[in-house]
């Protein structure tokens, strides 16, 4: 088991795919200090046995992040371990844990019973924060995300283009732009 | 010009990183879940409903692309490897030119959905498993496994495809692939067509192209990536298999080797999850970290 100030994670030796537990450690270190949640212990447990790339978050004294292998795979080479995929989706639950911290996101449903559409909107606004941070995304995969959950026309487009370039939104208003995204013109 | 190309030397850039199907199978880990870990049926087919649909959908659009750069390939390669009219008709080779030219164009076409989806060229790994079934030096055998087997394997995953885009309202998705898909009933067609006048008069000959073209379908099946069952994301496209010219008891008979190939899928990863737990056990376990 890797610790280091404030990250651990399990297992430290991988069998199934060639990740580095210490590359995972240190993403998650940068990660969490630029997003200021320092104060809490994070858990990252990887799934190797599945090439499925969910990423669940459980937020409580501990932040625990339970990872499928495929959310830090290099899609170019089988399983070895993509920096950039790893701090993507880290960084995904991790801004989630954020927002759900943070206030304004007291009403958001818990992570399991958010719909598609919800789903894909809290993406595009953590994934355009991610861009900010300096983190490589291409924002089209996101785009195509968000349209295959609200609908391929423009109102879905201005939806997103709103989340991606949002900072400091609450539940209230993320919700109801996925709401305006999903209807068609 | 050199005649029979093997697949280790076929022309990529930088951006391509190439594996092989043994690389694929000797991958531990499975999407396959076990009875004990599952309460309920475990249904990966390619839909929109699925959370992953978007990046699975822009996986498998990838790897369409790929497959039409070796379609390309293979078909070039029978143009240009059997002396005309001594090992194959000159219209047999005129449409497999004709058909590299439909290739050329479904290349494109997977370029620019690929954009169109948000990846890159080469963003996934090239399984070259497609090209290898189109180095037999037997025209047949080629018929066989490019375009019964190959492209048959194409009207299953256009026709998973279309239905994918058609579902989510993505209407380039599902133009461009309905185009494709009619293209690749035509590619079948010329396959069923040719091996069946090329080797009139030679049922040995059939028998042994036939024969080949049941160990590509499987290896096509990709472990259980394409059949009937739930638990595979592409399924059999059967009505336009039909259209193709493939009969009832061929399209039961691909059923049969894909299901097979599933149910060997799983049993190998089962044999390797236990081998991890007895090593995990034993301390001796591998050597990643």
């Known amino acids: 088991m890797s610790t280091a100030v404030n990250v651990t994670v399990t297992p430290d030796t991988f069998h199934f795919v060639s990740f580095d537990a210490a590359l995972i450690q240190r993403v998650a270190e940068s990660l969490v200090a630029a997003l200021g949640l320092g104060d809490r212990e994070v858990v990252i447990e990887v799934d190797e046995t599945t090439p499925l790339a969910r990423v669940t978050v459980d937020i409580g004294d501990t932040i625990t992040i339970r990872a499928e292998s495929g959310a830090f795979e290099d899609t170019r080479k089988p399983r070895n371990q993509s920096e950039t995929a790893t701090a993507t989706s880290l960084g995904r639950v991790l801004l989630r844990a954020k927002d759900r911290l943070s206030g304004g996101f007291g009403e958001a449903p818990a992570d399991s019973a958010l719909t598609l559409a919800q789903s894909a909107a809290w993406e595009t606004y953590s994934v355009g924060r991610l861009d900010r941070l300096g983190i490589p995304v291409n924002q089209q995969r996101w785009r195509y995300n968000f349209r295959n959950r609200h609908g391929f026309h423009d109102a879905s487009d201005a939806a997103f283009d709103r989340l991606w370039s949002s900072d400091g939104l609450t539940w209230g208003e993320l919700d109801e732009i996925s709401r305006a995204g999903a209807t068609a013109p | 010009m050199r005649k029979f190309f093997p697949v280790e030397e076929l022309a990529r850039d930088s951006r391509f990183h190439q594996v092989t199907m043994r690389d694929r199978m000797a991958d531990g880990r499975s999407v396959y879940r076990s009875e004990a870990q599952s309460k309920k049926v475990n249904n990966n087919r390619l839909v929109p409903s699925r959370p992953d649909a978007s990046?699975?959908?822009?996986?498998?659009?990838?790897?369409?692309?790929?497959?039409?750069?070796?379609?390309?390939?293979?078909?070039?390669?029978?143009?240009?490897?059997?002396?005309?009219?001594?090992?194959?008709?000159?219209?047999?080779?005129?449409?497999?030119?004709?058909?590299?030219?439909?290739?050329?164009?479904?290349?494109?076409?997977?370029?620019?959905?690929?954009?169109?989806?948000?990846?890159?060229?080469?963003?996934?790994?090239?399984?070259?498993?497609?090209?290898?079934?189109?180095?037999?030096?037997?025209?047949?055998?080629?018929?066989?496994?490019?375009?019964?087997?190959?492209?048959?394997?194409?009207?299953?995953?256009?026709?998973?495809?279309?239905?994918f885009g058609d579902l989510a309202g993505d209407p380039y998705l599902e133009f461009c692939e309905d185009w494709m898909l009619a293209d690749e009933v035509t590619h079948v067609k010329m396959g069923s067509d040719w091996l069946r006048r090329v080797t009139e008069g030679d049922p040995q000959r059939r028998t042994k192209a036939l024969e080949f073209q049941s160990v590509v379908d499987k290896l096509f099946s990709y472990g259980g990536t394409r059949s009937d069952s739930q638990e595979s994301p592409i399924g059999l496209a059967r009505r336009f298999r039909e259209l193709a010219g493939f009969t009832d008891d061929e399209v039961q008979d691909i059923a049969a080797v894909s299901m097979e190939a599933l149910d060997e899928r799983k049993a190998a990863v089962a044999r390797m999850h236990a081998a991890a737990a007895l090593a995990e056990a034993s301390g001796q376990a591998g050597t990643h970290g």
């Open chain 2, 55 to 163: 990046d699975a959908a822009r996986g498998l659009m990838h790897g369409i692309f790929v497959g039409e750069i070796q379609a390309l390939e293979g078909a070039g390669r029978t143009c240009h490897d059997f002396e005309t009219n001594v090992e194959a008709p000159f219209a047999l080779k005129l449409d497999m030119a004709r058909q590299a030219w439909d290739e050329a164009r479904h290349v494109e076409i997977s370029v620019k959905l690929s954009d169109w989806m948000g990846s890159e060229i080469g963003q996934f790994a090239e399984n070259t498993v497609l090209f290898e079934a189109a180095c037999s030096t037997d025209p047949v055998l080629r018929l066989a496994g490019v375009n019964r087997a190959l492209e048959g394997l194409a009207i299953d995953v256009f026709t998973t495809m279309k239905e």
